[in-house]
């Protein structure tokens, strides 16, 4: 039985899998592309919003460092994702690249995980979405029904119309093909960058160096229990964690690792890429560049505008503004979270029906939906399918609780890379590798142990929902996905000399 659970799919077997008519991307997207995938999927409601918490709670001015941080984390993740993304430009991701070095069981359980990452943010955020354009509705003087806003009505009924509208329109465009996808994407990116740099240009002539005293705020030990601090810390190293000093900068760092969530999901589009070898590590590194660079730029801005102990949790740079006598930007800023919000569930939405797509390919789900569109060559069938279900999941179901469960989930994913990327370069060295990740296995390590660290700082129920969702995912391979697996018939085929091609297809 371990022979076949861990039985690993050669590069060039899912490379050919993508020739299949039936089952065949189109190929339409260029590095600018990704790139712009990339800074649409992390600019979200990270920058707007856990600024100002991490640096009133965790780092005080530092946040600016704690964002460096947790970038580095990400960086050495991308070196990763970077060189299988170009050695294996195939639908999936991290699904992709652990069927290629670990095996078909790590395969499943890191693509069972990326489906529950992927449908729970992009939940989250068209819920966040809602609330952005709620309130904008609610200047101009219009409001939704309670019972359409996502809170109980008078007969207990409540429904978020304008999250499972979102989901719903974007679950449209991504059928109709990528390209639209990408040029949708372009004009929403091009709008939120837009405000980040008008953040960072109108607030750099508002920043008070006084407000920077101290940089560094003293440390103080906190419950290990509370917030978003974990028990695991304690438990393991002895230690509780700390808030501001050195250590309240590496608390910070788990904390706005939410920001960059989302980087990985330029991966998936690989199999639709002109050029993967080239593109895929330029649209990779570049984004999280782009976006480390303006996040950093925005927390000096900000904590300069208005010292660390007074900045707004809920909305830190439009509070700034109107603290320094400037309302006006705070409506600016606001307008740019929504419009922003968008592309990030359009993004998460595409990450997450590439992974099904791959993972029915592969047979561990049903082929049905592995079948492309004759016309928009997307598969619509899953994006059809998943996009209703999350809608309907955003609609009743605030997941503030869950959330972090797409943190945990991306950090997994960083962990498997890494050690895949470690395995391929042993298992396979001779294959063609346009971009090689430095240092291996030095760089690699280093990346699962930084990975590991921020996952120990998340709270303990998280680590206990993850687990049940991955119990729940080894069960549904046992039952399904062992049996269907399109490289196990594969195997029995050979075995059998060809005389019992795999159920369902021609021999």
């Given at each position: 039985m371990s022979s076949t659970l861990f039985r690993t799919k050669k590069v060039e077997q899912s490379i050919l899998d993508t020739e299949e008519p039936e089952h065949a991307l189109k190929k339409s997207l260029s590095a600018l592309d990704l790139t712009v995938f990339g800074v649409g999927v992390i600019i979200g409601t990270g920058i707007f919003v856990l600024t100002g918490t991490v640096a009133k709670n965790n780092a005080g001015p530092a946040v600016a460092l704690a964002f460096v941080v947790a970038g580095v984390v990400c960086a050495l993740a991308a070196l990763c994702y970077a060189e299988f993304a170009s050695t294996v430009p195939v639908a999936g991701s991290a699904y992709t690249f652990s069927y290629a070095s670990l095996g078909e069981l790590p395969a499943w359980i890191i693509g069972w995980d990326l489906v529950l990452e992927f449908a729970l943010g992009t939940a989250v955020v068209a819920v966040g979405w809602s609330g952005y354009i709620a309130s904008l509705l609610d200047n101009a003087g219009w409001q939704l029904p309670a019972a359409l806003s996502g809170r109980e009505g008078a007969d207990g009924f409540g429904f978020d119309i304008l999250a499972a509208a979102l989901v719903l329109v974007l679950t449209a465009i991504l059928v109709v093909g990528m390209k639209l996808s990408a040029r949708v994407t372009s004009v929403v990116v091009a709008i939120k960058v837009t405000v980040v740099v008008v953040v960072i240009v109108a607030g750099a002539f508002f920043i008070d160096g006084k407000n920077y005293e101290p940089f560094i705020p003293e440390a103080q030990t906190v419950d290990a229990g509370?917030?978003?601090?974990?028990?695991?810390?304690?438990?393991?190293?002895?230690?509780?964690?700390?808030?501001?000093?050195?250590?309240?900068?590496?608390?910070?760092?788990?904390?706005?690792?939410?920001?960059?969530?989302?980087?990985?999901?330029?991966?998936?589009?690989?199999?639709?890429?002109?050029?993967?070898?080239?593109?895929?590590?330029?649209?990779?590194?570049?984004?999280?560049?782009?976006?480390?660079?303006?996040?950093?730029?925005?927390?000096?801005v900000v904590t300069g505008m208005q010292h660390y102990s007074e900045l707004s949790v809920d909305a830190p740079l439009a509070d700034a503004f109107k603290a320094t006598g400037h309302p006006w930007y705070a409506g600016f800023i606001s307008f740019g979270a929504a419009v922003g919000l968008t592309s990030v569930c359009m993004i998460l939405l595409l990450g997450q029906t590439r992974v099904f797509f791959a993972m029915s390919r592969d047979g561990l789900l049903p082929r049905f939906f592995s079948r492309v569109h004759p016309r928009?060559?997307?598969?619509?069938?899953?994006?059809?399918?998943?996009?209703?279900?999350?809608?309907?999941?955003?609609?009743?179901?605030?997941?503030?609780?869950?959330?972090?469960?797409?943190?945990?989930?991306?950090?997994?994913?960083?962990?498997?890379?890494?050690?895949?990327?470690?395995?391929?370069?042993?298992?396979?060295?001779?294959?063609?590798?346009?971009?090689?990740?430095?240092?291996?296995?030095?760089?690699?390590?280093v990346s699962v142990l930084a990975s590991l660290w921020l996952m120990l700082n998340l709270p303990a129920e998280t680590w206990l929902r993850f687990g049940i969702w991955m119990v729940i995912g080894a069960a549904v391979y046992f039952a399904y996905g062992r049996s269907h697996s399109r490289l196990g018939r594969h195997e029995e085929t050979t075995i059998d000399g060809g005389a019992n091609p795999p159920r369902g297809e021609a021999p």
């Open positions: 509370a917030g978003l601090q974990s028990p695991l810390i304690q438990l393991i190293f002895g230690w509780a964690p700390s808030n501001f000093g050195v250590m309240g900068i590496f608390t910070a760092a788990s904390v706005v690792f939410f920001a960059f969530i989302g980087f990985d999901v330029v991966a998936t589009a690989a199999e639709e890429t002109r050029n993967p070898q080239r593109d895929m590590p330029r649209g990779i590194l570049g984004s999280l560049i782009i976006c480390t660079t303006l996040y950093v730029a925005v927390a000096i928009f060559k997307t598969p619509h069938r899953p994006t059809i399918l998943l996009g209703v279900v999350i809608a309907i999941l955003a609609g009743f179901t605030s997941l503030s609780e869950l959330a972090e469960l797409v943190n945990i989930g991306t950090l997994f994913a960083f962990v498997v890379v890494a050690i895949g990327v470690i395995i391929l370069r042993r298992t396979r060295p001779e294959l063609p590798r346009s971009f090689r990740t430095p240092l291996v296995p030095f760089l690699p390590i």
